[in-house]
């Protein structure tokens, strides 16, 4: 796997804070305008993004004349037609996605953008602004890209397909726009006859001829200089200089505010360049000024990184055998570590509600938080403001939180910008110990509504991003991203709207994609629009099918059906209500042990009964619905299990304010025997009628350690719950337990025939009574329970009026 490279000007990773169409320069005078590497997956859908790996963010748009497929060096561009699909009507803005063929506007002769005609292979745009463009296009004509009377270099690998035609190819166009009205435009392609590339720069009215030694199959380097001092243009064929084209006097091409940069065909898609390229480097300057040997791949191999690996999974693979307990600190998320449950039942502990620790919120704040808490002790708190950069919040109690100034001055207001870059806070910032040191933090997250990119820092505040996608498919909100030590493996979760509920609204849902490294982009198996359609039989899938069409041509589809879907309604929800985001992660204080807080939206509108839905008319005052935390678990973290009832963080008053929308923080800190988690709560509702921005706020929660869900006996009887066979170690048992003053707890141990070990009976128990994190069970004989350990047994847990929320064998310390 390749990054981009760092010789020349070109920077190791695309710093987060730069913003200019124009590259650094090196001691050369050498600066890298952009460079295509085409490392996407391949498979990738046209209207993805193709990145350049410049600082400068040149990036392209796939269209439906060319796919990623292995290229020169790892992946690369193949310039080949797909196969074409019957354009979906869409649901709504048919014109905005490009579902509807359109007329040429007045006084113009071209046919505007749609899926019926974009036959592009890689187009850079300011024009077809009736198409949503949310990529993030550079104008072109304003850019380095527009080759003109300065010394400048183009150079690409290519293998020609032998299927290619008699006719000229066009390699790359640029134009002032607007797109096929008039013949401003620079153009590099290839004579019909394939003896010699042709130069068109209209601007100076050159028309130039450049010889070459013919094309191939195989792959090869080809390069072109311009010297603008001598006038001359030098063309080279793996490092091999070609015979001289006469001298010109280039000049740039007039700026245009529909300018477009096109590759592989001219600006009204025609003469194709048949066959395939790769590592698409545009430099201003002159990089070669003799003969060379071609270039290695302008990217790096990623230095593998050696990932901490935890204890094995302790369930899901059972096989008859006693489970390995060990010392493993067991949470009673569910019942996985019981035979019988008795008349227990597993209940969920909503957090204590504490204080507002963010108030007096001011513009934009998006409700989407992280919470993470840095090497130093620090507790941050991000989330994202004004053009969805990411701002950071700190404090060292958990209570008080200032806006640190990062040292880059004020951003629209802010000091506390952490990302300047169009992020929206669709990630989780964590903390990554086993990573290299500057890349211990890591954000992965939606950039510019392209896809999932990676972003790494050395200490959580200047933040590099990693320049070529990891996930194509554009992020509805918030992805969730944890590192899992028992499976070697990141997991992260992004939100999908692919389903609709029955009355045909976006029911929302989540992916997960699982990666061995966030660095690298990962594959997926493309999906048909047979397939998709084919998928309805099992699935309510909105339209328009394929997904990847839902943003018209020029930006990037959501999330549809390439990966798994997890945390979809149960039977027990209320008709069309979904789950906005996540929030998984691994809980960092036990193993086994996986929690997600889904947020509930309980939609008034078109789904249920009219009595419901009014509750959404303007009349009302509210909105589209309130919104509230609920607490999923798992044992693997794919597997998830989730307890509607109670809310984990409900509605209602918090510190004197009517909280109706509560959106729980991702991540945790621990602090003692307490976790605390934060949440962000408005008094106005989901797309609410009535604004109240003054009623915004972030709020604290108190949660015990452990304590999310606890297994609970009833207060009127005894009853016993039974372990499966397991194995353990140490000579002491501690249990996480709250009896209150009137409950009680006995422990007792079967062995491997199902018997009662004699002194070790739950009627040899002294009764655990009271509040406990880390209490130790005690038999009539004492605790030391070193002859059982390494043998196969059965716990035995008789409870009455009790909540015990973990338990774990130990080493007492004693001789």
Not at 87 to 102: A, D, H, I, L, T
Not at 224 to 235: K, S
Not at 489 to 511: C, E, K, W
């Amino acid at each position: 796997m390749r990054i981009a490279w760092s010789g020349l000007v070109l920077s190791f990773f695309v710093a987060a804070c730069s913003s200019g169409e124009t590259a650094p320069e090196n001691g050369d005078g050498i600066e890298t305008v952009a460079l295509w590497l085409f490392e996407e997956p391949v498979g990738l859908y046209p209207s993805s993004a193709l990145d350049d790996s410049s600082a400068n963010d040149m990036v392209l748009s796939i269209g439906m004349g060319a796919q990623v497929a292995e290229g020169r060096y790892g992946h690369g561009l193949l310039l080949e037609d797909r196969e074409p699909f019957e354009v979906p009507k869409g649901e709504e803005n048919f014109e905005k996605f490009g579902f509807v063929r359109m007329p040429p506007a007045d006084g113009r002769t071209v046919e505007p953008l749609t899926w019926f005609n974009a036959h592009f292979a890689a187009l850079m745009t300011s024009g077809e602004n009736h198409l949503r463009k949310e990529v993030g296009f550079k104008n072109p004509s304003r850019s380095g890209l527009n080759l003109g009377n300065f010394d400048w270099t183009v150079e690409f690998w290519y293998a020609a397909n032998d299927s290619a035609s008699n006719s000229e190819a066009v390699v790359f166009e640029i134009g002032s726009g607007p797109r096929g009205e008039n013949d401003v435009a620079t153009r590099l392609g290839w004579s019909a006859d394939r003896s010699a590339f042709v130069l068109s720069n209209q601007a100076s009215a050159t028309t130039l001829e450049i010889p070459t030694d013919g094309v191939a199959p195989a792959w090869r380097h080809y390069a072109f200089t311009y010297d603008a001092a001598e006038g001359q243009v030098r063309h080279y064929v793996d490092g091999k200089l070609q015979a001289l084209p006469a001298k010109a006097n280039l000049a740039a091409l007039p700026a245009g505010d529909e300018a477009y940069f096109t590759i592989g065909r001219d600006g009204m898609w025609n003469d194709p360049l048949r066959g395939s390229l790769d590592e698409f480097r545009i430099s201003r300057g002159v990089v070669y000024d003799g003969e060379f040997e071609p270039p290695a791949s302008f990217a790096l191999e990623l230095q593998p990184v050696e990932l901490v690996q935890g204890p094995p999974l302790l369930f899901g693979g059972e096989s008859g055998e006693p489970l390995q307990l060990g010392k493993r600190k067991h949470v009673f998320i569910d019942g996985a570590l019981l035979a019988e449950t008795g008349d227990t039942t597993f209940v969920v502990n909503p957090p204590t509600r504490a204080e507002r620790v963010i108030d007096n919120i001011e513009g934009a704040f998006r409700k989407h938080l992280t919470v993470v808490e840095s090497d130093d002790g620090v507790i941050r708190i991000y989330n994202s403001v004004e053009e969805d950069h990411l701002a950071v919040y700190t404090s060292t109690d958990g209570v008080n939180f200032e806006r640190p100034d990062l040292g880059r001055g004020e951003i629209n207001g802010h000091r506390n910008i952490s990302i300047p870059d169009n992020v929206g806070g669709l990630g989780n910032p964590f903390w990554d110990p086993q990573a290299p040191e500057n890349e211990r933090w890591k954000y992965f997250t939606d950039y510019n509504r392209r896809g999932i990119y990676l972003y790494t820092s050395a200490d959580g505040y200047d933040w590099q991003r990693h320049p070529t996608v990891v996930l194509p498919f554009r992020s509805g909100t918030q992805s969730s991203t944890f590192y899992d030590d028992q499976r070697q493996l990141y997991v992260s979760y992004h939100r999908s709207g692919i389903f609709h509920t029955p009355a045909g609204d976006t029911q929302r849902s989540s992916v997960v994609t699982e990666h061995e490294d966030l660095r690298k982009p990962l594959p997926f198996t493309s999906l048909t629009q047979q397939e998709y359609r084919d998928l309805r039989g099992e699935f309510s899938l909105r339209e328009p099918l394929p997904w990847f069409s839902d943003n018209g041509p020029l930006t990037p589809g959501g999330f549809g059906m390439e990966y798994p879907h997890k945390f979809d309604p149960i039977p027990e929800d209320p008709v069309g209500v979904d789950f906005y985001l996540t929030k998984a992660t691994k809980y960092e204080w036990a193993p086994d042990t996986y929690v997600a807080f889904p947020v509930g939206y309980f939609h008034y509108e078109n789904d249920g009964p009219k009595a419901r839905q009014v509750l959404g008319y303007e009349e009302f005052g509210r909105g589209s619905g309130p919104l509230e935390s609920q607490i999923s678990v798992s044992r693997n973290g794919i597997d998830w299990h989730r307890y509607p009832e109670p809310a984990y963080v409900g509605i209602g008053r918090h510190e004197g304010r009517d909280v109706v929308t509560a959106y729980i923080a991702h991540g945790m800190v621990r602090r003692g025997e307490e976790i605390w988690q934060y949440y962000f709560g408005e008094t106005q509702y989901h797309s609410a009628h009535v604004k109240d921005e003054a009623g915004r706020g972030v709020y604290r929660l108190v949660q015990r350690l452990d304590g999310f869900v606890s297994l609970d006996s009833p207060y009127g009887k005894e009853t016993t719950a039974l372990s499966k066979p397991l194995v353990f170690e140490g000579d002491t048992l501690q249990l996480n337990v709250d009896t209150d003053a009137v409950g009680y707890m006995q422990v007792g141990f079967l062995d491997e025939n199902g018997e009662p070990i004699e002194g070790y009976t739950l009627e040899d128990c002294i009764y655990v009574n009271g509040d406990f994190i880390a209490g130790e069970v005690q038999w009539l004989h004492g605790g030391d329970l070193s002859e059982l350990a390494g043998r196969t047994v059965q716990i035995q847990l008789r409870m009455r009026g009790a909540k015990l929320y973990a338990l774990q064998f130990a080493d007492s310390g004693k001789e």
